[in-house]
């Protein structure tokens, strides 16, 4: 059974530009989650979808958006990015069909540099 | 609100030695509580996973914990050290319900084993 899979793994932006990363999660799970990682903050929850509908979501600016489609599969988008936001972006997976205590399982991770 | 504090930035212990990782939580309520480690340039895997069953919990390549309410403690333990266990771990809580997914992480311990 494949795991959860990001691409690209690696990137380089320019500040002001767009990112798009994508994630397909483990077969059968419809939640996927995103989280941020850096030296600084360490890991943030950016927000979760599930069946197409985003569930929840964390304390980031609006420039961090999110979508899913009916396959599961989900992309993050970061738009006019910041030195800042380079980071580790780690997507999860889960069956997603409990409130809590849900099995999360993450993928390798996109490690994005804003230059 | 809940969250997690990992007593150890860094553990240093010798190949063939026990390992303690501290983390205590707090919440409200009994939450689900978790244990991830991550590999240098890697993402993160699941070690183990408390939901309210038993207070002992066993988890892969030997690692177990035990949830103690009285003390807000989820105690990360490795009987003896291997060199492979180098690396980081994350205590990690996840709200006790409508938290779906929205996983909160300690800072972490970066363990080192030498030989």
Redesign the interface.
Known sequence: KAG?TQTPRYLIKTRGQQVTLSCSPISGHR?V?W?QQTPGQ????LF?Y?SETQ??K?NFPGRFSGRQFSNSRSEMNVSTLELGDSALY?C?S?L?DS???????????SWLTVV | AQSVTQLDSHVSVSEGTPVLLRCNYSSSYS??L?W?VQHPN?????LL?Y?SAATLVKGINGFEAEFKKSETSFHLTKPSAHMSDAAEY?CVV???????????????TRLAVHP
């Open positions: 959860v939640s989650s989280y360490g890991l943030q929850f979760e599930f569930r929840n964390g780690l999860a889960s997603g409130d809590s205590g849900n099995t999360i399982y993450f993928g390798e991770g | 939450p689900s978790f991830y890697k993402g993160l895997q699941l996973k939901t994350f996840s709200p006790p319900s409508g938290g779906y997914n929205k996983l909160i992480f300690g800072a972490g």
